[in-house]
């Protein structure tokens, strides 16, 4: 049960908004920025997606709405894709993404991927990254280093890591090697795992927030793209 509600209507959405929503029964958080009105910008494995550039109704499940299913893609194979804010949510719940949360709030939401002590950046910027992005294509997706969390905290700050074998700015890729890194020591007791792991945890989850990383340098989109190495199929 969140103690902390981040829930949200989609009434009291403000443009820039950093949102997300759980999939698969709460197994991992879908994020996305919200650009004005029923356009969210978000970022999807390409694999996760049938075909490249979708056609506008290929994958519709929503018969009100004017894109596909998954969003339409300007850049063929970027993952970079616009869609409604029906076909964000799917049947779930939508929450916003919480920013300069205090060191409490970061450690009494024990989920990653729901906030961070970093601070944002202006909605108008916020909102001109993920448009550019979206029109010129960003970095390759990767499940741990490189996935839709990542995507909406660049846009919400600009920030981004300049250590390449340390990238996965985001808190839900942390959690993921922290229960990596504990594998193998299942066997030990329920009370020892409390002592001695929790607050590993909440150190290492406290370290490797955007806000506290050491490694996280503000770069213009230029940059960014000078940085990416990553070249999407050549489309005619
Ligand atoms: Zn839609």
């Known amino acids: 049960m969140d103690l902390i509600s981040q829930k949200i209507e989609t009434s009291a959405l403000q443009e820039g908004d950093h949102i997300y929503t759980w999939r698969r029964v709460k197994t991992y958080s879908h994020h996305g920025i919200f650009v004005e009105k029923d356009i969210i910008i978000h970022f999807l494995s390409t694999t996760n997606v049938a075909g490249g550039i979708s056609s506008v109704s290929s ?4 018969a009100l709405c004017s894109m596909s299913h998954y969003g339409v893609e300007k850049v063929a194979g970027s993952g970079i894709r616009m869609c409604c ?3 964000f949510i799917k049947k779930g719940k939508l929450y916003r993404f919480k920013y300069e949360a205090s060191r409490e709030f970061l450690l009494a939401k024990l989920r990653g991927g729901t906030c961070t002590t970093a601070t944002p950046d202006t909605p108008g910027d916020v909102i001109a990254r993920a448009i550019y992005l ?5 970095d390759k997706y990767h499940l741990l280093k490189n996935n839709c969390e990542d995507f909406a905290l660049y846009c919400k700050t600009g920030l981004w890591s300049t250590d390449a074998d340390n990238k996965g700015k985001s808190s839900q890729a ?3 090697r922290k229960a990596d890194d504990e594998h193998g020591h299942k066997s030990k007791k329920l009370v020892k795992r409390l002592k001695n792991v929790f ?3 909440c150190l290492k989850r406290m370290n490797n927030d955007l806000g506290n990383r050491q490694d996280v340098v503000k770069i213009d ?13 050549e489309t005619d």
């Open 134 to 138: 979206f029109e010129n294509g960003y």
């Open 85 to 87: 804010i029906d076909c």
């Open 174 to 176: 942390v959690m993921v």
């Open 221 to 233: 989109l230029t940059e960014l793209l000078l940085n990416i190495s990553y070249i999407y199929p």
């Open 59 to 62: 994958f519709s499940k929503n």
């Open 199 to 201: 607050p590993k945890y």
